[in-house]
């Protein structure tokens, strides 16, 4: 491992019912052994992995947090974390992994329920209201989203309620309203009403500032952010002049950090109001040489091929299904002299690294990072160069 720093061991009491750390019973030295094993099995035939990066205090550190609100069998409102792979609810009051202002959050909430006489929304009988709370706060700015998400569009009160919340909670800079009434895993729905404030918060990230809106995605690990995104800036080596692409952007981060670095940035992302969150940093700090796309990040690179869009680079974060074929095809086919891959699982990396190793492409360097300590989530980043032909 990288540092002789000595971690602090705390005890989770539900570790074994939560089943949301995988890892959390481990020493911290264990767990990242652990992880530097597995991406060393997976990626050994690529060539040398570098030491994973640790997070110094690998506590409190995920700034999106999710509840769920239930009954429980003596109809007590209960709220915590669903039970891995179950729609079962573990009550908890505050989680290792959680930023600590949030938990305190929803235990108000639960608080308030009970004397606003609001139900939990029960799935089966359709009755109730409210289902889930997320929130987000911002590392940096101390702002705070609250997320509910409720099972109907009446929420009888509302003003009354949002008000007490934030009497409560001053620290909450923003309250919205999602709805969700299907009968499915997903937290949120598609309808929303900002209840308060302005329905995003803002958050610094290697020194810029960034919008985050409640359906975006954004790193949930921004101490380890900062780490990652410098590693694999560096590792491009950028002079100044090169044209990039970030593809699977989220909200513009990753290429708004790299726009002072190169000439041209083009940043590619599917989900809609993460695109107008970067079109919106990209304003916010004054940028101008970085051009956003809403389209699936496949069928863009397809078309920037047939249209002989050269880049130079292409920085590339998929989700955890990993790439597309018809994006590696297309990537091949533009040949960027350089990729830096960063991955959030080494099973789809090793996959997609597989395809671009036989289309030319040779791994330079891999390194993990500890994203996401507890549990057995492993983030790599990983650079490659075209071979010469
Ligand atoms: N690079 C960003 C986001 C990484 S997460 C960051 O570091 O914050 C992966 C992103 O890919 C998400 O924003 C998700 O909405 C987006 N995404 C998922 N499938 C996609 C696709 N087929 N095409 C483009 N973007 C996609």
Same mark, same amino acid.
């Given at each position: 491992?990288?540092?002789?720093?000595?971690?602090?061991? *705390?005890?989770? !009491?539900?570790?074994?019912?939560?089943?949301?750390?995988?890892?959390?019973?481990?020493?911290?030295?264990?767990? *990242?052994?652990?992880?530097?094993?597995?991406?060393? @099995?997976? *990626?050994?035939? %690529?060539?040398?992995?570098?030491?994973?990066? +640790?997070?110094?205090? !690998?506590?409190?550190?995920?700034?999106?947090?999710?509840?769920? %609100?239930?009954?429980? #069998?003596?109809?007590? /409102?209960? =709220?915590? /974390?669903?039970?891995?792979?179950?729609?079962?609810?573990?009550?908890?009051?505050?989680?290792?992994?959680?930023?600590?202002?949030?938990?305190?959050?929803?235990?108000?909430?639960?608080?308030?329920?009970?004397?606003?006489?609001?139900?939990?929304?029960?799935?089966? $009988?359709?009755?109730?209201?409210?289902?889930?709370?997320?929130? #987000?706060?911002?590392? @940096?700015?101390?702002?705070?989203?609250?997320?509910?998400?409720?099972?109907?569009?009446? %929420? !009888?009160? #509302?003003?009354?309620?949002?008000?007490?919340?934030?009497?409560?909670? +001053?620290?909450?800079?923003?309250?919205?309203?999602?709805?969700?009434?299907?009968?499915?895993?997903?937290? *949120?729905?598609?309808?929303?009403?900002?209840?308060?404030?302005?329905?995003?918060?803002?958050? $610094?990230?290697?020194?810029?500032?960034?919008?985050?809106? +409640?359906?975006?995605?954004?790193?949930?690990?921004?101490?380890?952010? @900062?780490?990652?995104?410098?590693? &694999?800036?560096?590792?491009?080596?950028?002079?100044?002049?090169?044209?990039?692409?970030?593809?699977?952007?989220?909200?513009?981060?990753?290429?708004?950090?790299?726009?002072?670095?190169?000439?041209?940035?083009?940043?590619?992302?599917?989900?809609?109001? &993460?695109?107008?969150? &970067?079109?919106?940093?990209?304003?916010?700090?004054?940028?101008?040489?970085?051009?956003?796309?809403?389209?699936?990040?496949?069928? %863009?690179?397809?078309?920037?091929?047939?249209?002989?869009?050269?880049?130079?680079?292409?920085?590339?974060? !998929?989700?955890?299904?990993? =790439?597309?074929?018809?994006?590696?095809? &297309?990537?091949?086919?533009?040949?960027?002299?350089?990729?830096?891959?960063?991955?959030?699982? +080494?099973?789809?990396?090793?996959?997609?690294?597989?395809?671009?190793?036989?289309?030319?492409?040779?791994?330079?360097?891999?390194?993990?990072?500890?994203?996401?300590?507890?549990?057995?989530?492993?983030?790599?980043?990983?650079?490659?160069?075209?071979?010469? @032909?």
């Amino acid at each position: 491992m990288q540092s002789n720093q000595t971690y602090r061991q *705390l005890k989770c !009491p539900v570790v074994d019912i939560c089943g949301g750390c995988q890892v959390q019973h481990l020493p911290y030295e264990q767990q *990242l052994e652990q992880k530097q094993k597995q991406v060393v @099995e997976l *990626l050994k035939t %690529f060539g040398k992995v570098d030491p994973i990066i +640790p997070m110094k205090d !690998p506590y409190y550190y995920r700034n999106k947090i999710h509840a769920t %609100f239930q009954t429980d #069998r003596r109809n007590r /409102i209960i =709220s915590g /974390i669903y039970q891995s792979g179950t729609h079962k609810v573990v009550p908890i009051d505050s989680c290792l992994l959680h930023d600590q202002r949030a938990d305190k959050i929803i235990v108000s909430i639960r608080g308030l329920l009970k004397s606003f006489k609001m139900r939990p929304y029960n799935e089966d $009988t359709r009755q109730g209201l409210l289902r889930h709370v997320l929130i #987000r706060t911002g590392f @940096e700015s101390g702002q705070i989203m609250v997320v509910l998400v409720l099972g109907t569009h009446v %929420f !009888p009160s #509302r003003k009354n309620f949002v008000k007490a919340l934030v009497d409560k909670h +001053p620290e909450i800079t923003t309250v919205v309203m999602n709805v969700n009434n299907k009968k499915t895993s997903m937290v *949120l729905g598609d309808r929303e009403t900002v209840l308060y404030g302005k329905g995003f918060i803002q958050d $610094t990230l290697c020194g810029l500032k960034f919008r985050i809106s +409640p359906k975006s995605f954004y790193q949930v690990n921004p101490v380890q952010t @900062e780490t990652l995104y410098n590693k &694999a800036l560096d590792l491009a080596e950028f002079t100044g002049n090169e044209t990039i692409i970030d593809a699977y952007c989220g909200i513009g981060t990753i290429g708004l950090i790299a726009s002072k670095r190169v000439k041209k940035v083009i940043g590619v992302e599917l989900n809609h109001d &993460a695109f107008k969150d &970067a079109i919106n940093n990209a304003k916010r700090n004054d940028i101008t040489n970085v051009f956003f796309h809403n389209a699936d990040a496949g069928e %863009f690179m397809i078309k920037s091929a047939k249209r002989k869009q050269f880049v130079d680079t292409v920085i590339m974060d !998929p989700p955890r299904s990993g =790439s597309s074929d018809d994006f590696i095809r &297309a990537l091949a086919f533009m040949k960027p002299k350089k990729i830096v891959y960063i991955s959030c699982n +080494p099973v789809t990396l090793k996959r997609d690294l597989e395809k671009l190793t036989r289309k030319g492409y040779q791994v330079k360097t891999m390194i993990p990072v500890d994203m996401f300590p507890g549990t057995s989530h492993v983030e790599t980043v990983v650079l490659m160069s075209r071979v010469d @032909e």
